[in-house]
């Protein structure tokens, strides 16, 4: 596709209950970012893909949170046993290579009942 | 390691006044440095970004940045805001196998 692709755009889960977010990077692109935003607020690191190196997972905040990209391509985000705090919009972002811009899709809005 | 600050999370101006906001990164390795614009209610838009040549970059929308390795600063400028230009601005820096870290945003007013 033309952009990075996120889906769902909007997703209501019940408190406790398994999420999985998914992003389909721009085709070509080795680097691929999670970002999570909370209202009002900056960009949190999650995780960034780089080719076929081992991700850097040093913003996962909870062993609840986990993402893997298969292919080098698609990656989904999983959030295990969800949590009102993990109430936010989730970002994912392509880049050509680790030291190019970086495109945004549209996120996720993830609510949290 | 890499770290983005932004002086202000919140600046006003008048419309037609000049638009300074301020970036300061801290990089191991040579930065890439980028300014990212983010709408309300919309995803984030590249606005302009700094890799190498040029220190003095120009983006879209009248915006323009300098790389000053001496003050490890990037800061945006747009010589006359117009009210469309509310918006919120993030500074971010990466590098060769670095991740890409955002600062914490500063959130622009233009004010009639």
């Known amino acids: 596709g033309a952009g990075v692709s996120q889906s769902p755009s909007n997703k209501v889960t019940e408190k406790g209950k398994d999420v999985e977010l998914r992003c389909d990077p721009i085709s070509g692109h080795t680097a691929l970012y999670w970002y999570r935003q909370s209202l009002g607020q900056g960009l949190e690191f999650l995780i960034y893909?780089?080719?076929?190196?081992?991700?850097?997972k040093s913003g996962l905040p909870s062993d609840r949170f986990s993402a893997e990209r298969t292919g080098g391509s698609v990656s989904t985000l999983t959030i295990q046993r969800t949590q009102q705090e993990d109430s936010a919009v989730y970002l994912c972002?392509?880049?050509?290579?680790?030291?190019?811009?970086?495109?945004f899709g549209q996120g996720t809005r993830l609510t949290v009942v | 390691a890499q770290s983005v600050t932004q002086l202000g999370s919140h600046v006003s101006v008048s419309e037609g006044a000049l638009v300074l906001l301020r970036c300061n990164y801290s990089s191991s390795v040579p930065p890439y440095l980028f300014w990212y614009v983010q709408y309300p209610n919309q995803g984030l838009q590249l606005l302009l970004k700094y890799t190498t040549g040029a220190t003095l970059v120009k983006g879209i929308n009248g915006f323009e940045a300098e790389f000053k390795k001496s003050e490890t600063s990037f800061h945006l400028t747009k010589p006359s805001a117009h009210m469309s230009d509310a918006a919120e601005y993030f500074c971010a820096v990466t590098g060769y196998g670095q991740n890409f870290v955002f600062g914490p945003g500063t959130r622009l007013s233009v004010l009639p």
């Open positions: 972002a392509s880049s050509l290579t680790g030291s190019t811009e970086a495109f």
């Open positions: 893909f780089q080719g076929n190196s081992a991700p850097d």
